[in-house]
């Protein structure tokens, strides 16, 4: 299973490589990463169908914004699963994830447990 997440924060990248390095080494995961909203999207349209089933997208980024690259996604590849991110589990920001069509709303630090059962949702 492809999952494509996208922070700004480039140090995010080795953190999913570290909780999830069992799942990858067993070849039933594949982290891709994008550091923008703009990036996210080039990853996504480089194949028909895009090979990513689900993104997992921190809200506060420069340029575009999470729940900007979350309306494109469900606009443009409605069979993505998302699910958000952000350092502040403020309720508008949930409310407007929610609303927008993201399966699941996570706040920082991330409990990765939960993320996994997520995914495991999805691969099951």
């Known amino acids: 299973m492809k999952i494509l997440v996208v922070d700004d924060e480039k ?6 490589r570290q909780k ?4 990858i080494r067993n070849n039933g995961l594949d982290l891709v990463f994008a550091f923008s909203g703009q990036e996210a999207l080039d990853i996504l349209e480089k194949t ?3 090979k990513v089933m689900y993104i997992f997208s921190d809200i506060n ?3 575009m914004t999470g729940l900007e690259l979350l309306e494109q ?3 443009r590849f409605p069979q993505i699963k998302v699910s958000m991110i952000s350092a502040y589990g403020d309720k ?3 409310d407007k994830a929610i609303a927008s069509g ?8 991330i409990d990765f447990d939960s993320l996994k ?8």
Do not use: C, Q
């Open 61 to 63: 980024m420069p340029g």
């Open 102 to 109: 993201a399966k699941e709303f996570f706040t920082k630090p």
């Open 92 to 94: 508008d920001n949930y």
């Open 11 to 16: 140090d995010v990248e080795m953190l999913f």
């Open 117 to 124: 059962k997520e995914i495991n949702a999805l691969i099951s």
């Open 20 to 23: 999830f390095r069992k799942e």
């Open 48 to 50: 028909t169908p895009p």
């Open 73 to 75: 996604v469900k606009k």
